[in-house]
């Protein structure tokens, strides 16, 4: 149990020593970032405990209609923010087919802190004009080698 005023984590060792019990940390097979997050309690949540350290869990997107520009939708995603040793990424494209991703219509208009999670943040995006056709969103973090 950790008290904190919204500060982020040092890096993914310190999230890990918060975590996991001392004979747990040392064990990558249960507390290494590719190890299922379920595998301190033994289960199998399908989700690694690095999209748990950055997501807080398996990464998702929720999404709506937004109420002031009618064409336009917003999109939600949860991420860890203030720590150094991961690079988040959200990107867009309106084809598939072609390597074209990219920030082209999305427009981060609030973030929100959560504060029994050290440096996770709820963010808002817009997407605009996202009636005009096909428009496809993706969400990923990559850790960085120490």
């Known amino acids: 149990f950790q008290i904190t005023d919204g500060g982020g984590y040092d890096d993914y060792a310190h999230w ?35 999209e748990r350290y950055t997501f807080s869990g398996p990464p998702t997107i ?18 860890r923010t203030d720590i150094g040793d991961y690079n988040v990424a959200t990107e867009t494209t309106t084809d598939l087919r072609a390597d074209t991703w990219g920030q082209g219509g999305l427009q981060l208009i609030d973030t ?9 943040e709820r963010r808002t995006y817009r997407i605009t004009h996202a009636d005009d056709g096909p428009f496809f969103i993706r969400a990923s973090a990559t850790l960085i080698a120490p």
Request: proline share 8%; glycine share 10%.
């Open 16 to 50: 890990r020593r918060t975590h996991f019990r001392p004979e747990q940390i040392e064990d990558d097979s249960v507390s290494g970032p590719n190890a299922d997050a379920g595998a301190a309690v033994g289960e199998t949540r399908g989700y690694t405990n690095f």
């Open 62 to 79: 929720g999404m709506e209609p937004d109420a002031v520009e009618p064409k336009d939708l917003l999109i939600f995603l949860t991420l």
């Open 112 to 120: 929100e802190r959560v504060f029994h999670d050290p440096g996770l």
